[in-house]
């Protein structure tokens, strides 16, 4: 079992910046593919980043490809979510996830094992 704290959101303009991090603890997160999901109020968990276990791959939807770069570095447990040219529709609570059973991360939820307790991350306009 891994438990995953996020942390790195607030406020920012539109057109800047924010990175967030995953942190995870329990186990090894070499582990788990990882993936990233935001969810705004009243809309349904979208699928954000998601990276393979050892980093080589990664994917992103449409909506954030370009802006948003999905890393991570196993020797420190940690999973980063680069968010640049962030846009008032990027304003969602942010959730770290771990899948133990792929290579590489899905793209939908429920497939996921673990979820971190979220971040806030707002953009004005």
């Known amino acids: 079992q891994v438990q995953l704290v996020e942390s790195g959101g607030g406020l920012v303009q539109a057109g800047g910046s924010l990175r967030l991090s995953c942190a995870a603890s329990?186990?090894?997160?070499?582990?788990?593919?990882m993936g990233w999901f935001r969810q705004a109020p009243r809309k349904e968990r979208e699928f954000v980043a998601a990276?393979?276990?050892?980093?080589?791959?990664?994917y992103y939807p449409d909506s954030v490809k370009g802006r948003f770069t999905i890393s991570r570095d196993n020797a420190k447990n940690a999973v980063y979510l680069q968010m640049n040219s962030l846009k008032p529709e990027d304003t969602a609570v942010y959730y770290c996830?771990?899948?133990?059973?792929?290579?590489?991360?899905?793209?939908?939820?429920?497939?996921?094992?673990?979820w971190g307790q979220g971040t806030q991350v707002t953009v004005s306009s």
């Open positions: 990276i393979s276990r050892n980093g080589g791959s990664t």
């Open positions: 996830a771990a899948e133990k059973d792929d290579w590489l991360g899905s793209l939908y939820s429920y497939e996921y094992d673990y």
């Open positions: 329990g186990r090894t997160l070499s582990s788990y593919a």
